[in-house]
């Protein structure tokens, strides 16, 4: 040391406790001395300690070194300021409770004076990381939700709150290492309840942890009884599980839900997360029953989703011009219908409607999905009439060819041509003629030849009589024979 112990600054206290060397400890008394105190903070103040003669001790160096060490042993007794140092709990362990909740016990401390307000002092610590989350208590045990996937320390002492004349003790702490490997656990727990009545929590695998991890979900909930295990899983980018929950509402809200998400291997490191279902309420789309136009103003009507009283709902209804594309939003409190004025009749609108949770029933911003859209108005387009006064004539003028045509053939099909008489006069006598050219060499010519069917026509033949008998005279008149083929 680069000064004498009695040399100024140094207390007395401070300076015996560091030149005299530690009292021997007997056997088996270790775990009884209070732990976290060092040598210093065991030193008694300055005045603390009772004078010892110069005489006596140059006259018995050992029984003034005795006596001298029995003040400094009384005095670590005592805090900084001369105040009794109260005796710490004991026995602190720690169990599990329902998935993510663990309760650390211990046994009251010793030697409390019955003037003493005695409470126990506890606070948790996150590797390492003090919480915020320091609390003060009568009972002998406490019980918080945890998230098993990072070291917990847990510490405790006794403090008398209305008395002046002591010290808290020493801090009492018990560690709980994380199981399974690091970057195992799930990641990204989200979760959000849809209506009051489903839940859908999604997850992304660690990235320690092998493709064939298979992570199963459980959840529970104050007033539950026994914690269950979800059974509809989701795949893809995103693992997830969806399941039902309806949780009765109390005069004192909803109870926590914690998620528990883990794997049957003890590679897999769990994860646990504690959500407040208030907070993550989603509320389903409403659905439009009627819209309509009345002059200038479009009336709107929807229905509510789910359970919820009227008067936790906020709506916003939007409404979208298709000439400029623009976007009207209008907020609704509590009521299903509302009515948008400034609108011109000769526009088409496209409106929508969405829900969300008013903060004095819930705490949560979700907005629900959007309703299915409604179309309203007329949209006047003079391009349409140009092009349908055009394109009606030349339709019917096209149609009018085509029928025309089409009856053309229709007619002779119907009416057939009649075969004029003198066509076939002239051809039965051509064919006559032909017949007289003929011999009757040429009939063995025609024997195989087809018969041809003949058809016998009525001819009358009308006679001059006075040519006739001069005729007659000159010469003889073959017969006259007619053949119709």
């Not at 009794?84 to 909740?101: A, D, E, T």
């Not at 002239?426 to 011999?439: H, L, S, W």
């Given at each position: 040391m680069s000064r004498h112990c009695r040399d100024p600054p140094f207390p007395l206290g401070a300076c015996l406790a560091f030149c005299l060397p530690p009292a021997p400890v007997p056997a088996g008394s270790q775990g009884n001395s209070p732990k976290g105190l060092s040598r210093i903070q065991t030193a008694p103040p300055l005045g603390t300690i009772s004078t010892l003669s110069a005489g006596r001790g140059a006259q018995d160096p050992a029984g003034w070194?005795?006596?001298?060490?029995?003040?400094?042993?009384?005095?670590a007794r005592r805090g900084p300021r001369g105040r009794?140092?109260?005796?710490?709990?004991?026995?602190?362990?720690?169990?599990?409770?329902?998935?993510?909740?663990m309760k650390w016990t211990w046994n009251p401390a010793e030697g409390i004076s019955s003037g003493c307000d005695l409470k126990y002092c506890s606070e948790i610590l996150i590797n390492g990381i003090p919480q915020d989350n320091r609390e003060w208590t009568k009972k002998l045990f406490r019980e918080e939700d945890v998230s098993l996937n990072e070291e917990v320390h847990f510490r405790v002492r006794s403090e008398c709150k209305s008395d002046n004349t002591s010290e808290p003790s020493n801090w009492v702490e018990i560690f709980t290492p994380p199981k399974g490997a690091a970057g195992t656990a799930a990641v990204g727990i989200n979760c959000t309840w849809y209506d009051l009545e489903y839940m859908i929590c999604t997850w992304l695998p660690g990235w320690n942890a092998s493709a064939s991890t298979n992570y199963t979900l459980y959840y529970w909930y104050e007033g539950l009884g026994n914690h269950?295990?979800?059974?509809?899983?989701?795949?893809?980018?995103?693992f997830g599980c969806n399941f039902s929950l309806s949780i009765p509402n109390s005069t004192n809200g909803y109870p926590t839900i914690s998620i528990l998400i883990r794997d049957n291997s003890e590679e897999i490191r769990p994860v646990c997360a504690n959500k407040n279902p208030t907070t993550i309420v989603k509320p389903g789309a409403p659905r439009?029953?009627?819209?309509?136009?009345?002059?200038?103003?479009?009336?709107?009507?929807?229905?509510?989703?789910?359970?919820?009283?009227?008067?936790?709902?906020?709506?916003?209804?939007e409404l979208k011009d298709s000439k400029s594309d623009s976007i009207l939003p209008h907020d609704v409190k509590a009521l299903t219908k509302a009515q948008l004025s400034s609108v011109h009749p000769n526009t088409v609108y496209v409106v929508k409607v969405r829900a969300r949770l008013e903060t004095i029933c819930y705490s949560s911003s979700h907005w629900s999905d959007w309703s299915e859209e409604k179309?309203?108005?007329?949209?006047?387009?003079?391009?349409?009439?140009?092009?349908?006064?055009?394109?009606?004539?030349?339709?019917?003028?096209v149609a009018t060819i085509i029928l025309l045509v089409y009856l053309k053939?229709?007619?002779?099909?119907?009416?057939?041509?009649?075969?004029?008489?003198?066509?076939?006069?002239?051809?039965?006598?051509?064919?006559?003629?032909?017949?007289?050219?003929?011999?009757?060499?040429?009939?063995f010519l025609n024997v195989n030849k087809p018969a041809v069917e003949e058809e016998i026509s009525s001819l009358v033949w009308i006679e001059n009589p006075e040519s006739s008998t001069s005729e007659n005279e000159g010469r003889e008149r073959p017969a006259l024979q007619v053949k119709a083929l």
């Open positions: 070194r005795g006596g001298l060490e029995r003040e400094v042993r009384a005095a009794k140092v109260l005796p710490p709990p004991s026995n602190l362990h720690y169990s599990f409770g329902q998935l993510c909740k269950q295990q979800c059974q509809n899983y989701i795949y893809g980018d995103n439009i029953v009627a819209v309509s136009m009345i002059k200038d103003e479009i009336h709107l009507e929807w229905q509510k989703p789910g359970t919820f009283p009227a008067h936790c709902l906020l709506y916003q209804v179309s309203i108005g007329e949209n006047t387009d003079f391009t349409f009439y140009i092009v349908l006064i055009l394109t009606v004539p030349l339709t019917v003028a053939r229709l007619k002779i099909l119907i009416y057939p041509q009649i075969p004029d008489p003198r066509k076939i006069i002239k051809r039965m006598f051509g064919e006559q003629i032909e017949d007289f050219q003929g011999g009757p060499g040429d009939d």
